[in-house]
Every structure is written in C-alpha cells, then in structure tokens.
C-alpha cells in the first residue's frame, strides 16, 4: 500500500467533514499493516495526498480499495456492525452497491497470506457497480 492509497481511503472517511473514531482507528490499522508509521498517517490525516474525484479511479483501482477495507475489517477476527457499515458506506462512495460487501466479505480473508483469486473477486465485484 502506498501513501495515495492510504490518502484516498482517508479522504472517503472524511467525505462527511469529520473522521470518526472508529474510521481513525482503521486506518491507523490498515496503515500499520502495510508498514507505514504511525506519525505519517496522522500527517495524511491532516494533509492527504491530492487523488482527485473518486470517480477518475478506474474500477481496478475501486475493486483494490475496497478489498484492502474488507480485508482490514476482518483482520482482528471480530467483525463488528459497525465496521460493516464504514465498509458498506465507502464501496457506496467508490460507487458500489452495498450488496458487494458481503459478496465480497465471504470471499476474502483476514490473513492476507491466505489469498483467493482476486481476478475472479475483481468479476464479481464490477457486477456491483452502479
């Protein structure tokens, strides 16, 4: 994960002007997971790197955002409501359906050493699209 992508999910989470709790606490997550330390996401928090409108990102580019955001809700092996809900909330913004998110979530794993076919969860996935 690189920087731009952290930054993206970031600015999705804070599309409604506030960046909640729980929504911090993902990215702090998913952030930590790819390696990037803890003080250079708060400085994307507060400076995002520019991605432009959501809706320039080609669907390969929505499809690996809202994979690494399922992954990340399912990598502590608790799946809350909530979190379901943020996933939901930001495929909704990429320009999913929110019907993918389960689609998706039974699909893909928390451990990301156990991997699917990502061509094929890719095909489904662009079926979801609106």
């Known amino acids: 994960m690189h920087k731009r992508e952290l930054s993206l999910i970031i600015q999705l989470a804070i599309t409604d002007n506030e960046l909640a709790e729980k929504e911090?606490?993902?990215?702090?997550?998913?952030?930590?997971?790819?390696?990037?330390?803890?003080?250079?996401?708060?400085?994307?928090?507060?400076?995002?790197?520019?991605i432009g409108p959501v809706n320039a990102l080609s669907d390969d580019e929505k499809f690996q955002y809202l994979?690494?955001?399922?992954q990340m809700m399912k990598i502590d092996g608790q799946i809350f409501k909530s979190e379901i809900e943020y996933c939901k909330?930001?495929?909704?913004?990429?320009?999913?359906?929110?019907?993918?998110?389960?689609?998706?979530?039974?699909?893909?794993?928390?451990?990301?050493?156990?991997?699917?076919?990502?061509?094929?969860?890719?095909?489904?996935?662009i079926k979801f699209l609106k």
Do not use: Q
């Open 67 to 70: 994979y690494m955001v399922i």
């Open 24 to 50: 911090e606490k993902l990215i702090f997550n998913l952030g930590t997971l790819h390696g990037i330390p803890d003080d250079e996401i708060r400085d994307l928090i507060k400076n995002p790197v520019p």
């Open 89 to 125: 909330s930001l495929a909704e913004k990429l320009g999913f359906k929110k019907t993918v998110v389960a689609e998706l979530s039974s699909r893909i794993y928390s451990d990301p050493s156990i991997t699917s076919d990502r061509e094929e969860l890719k095909r489904s996935a």
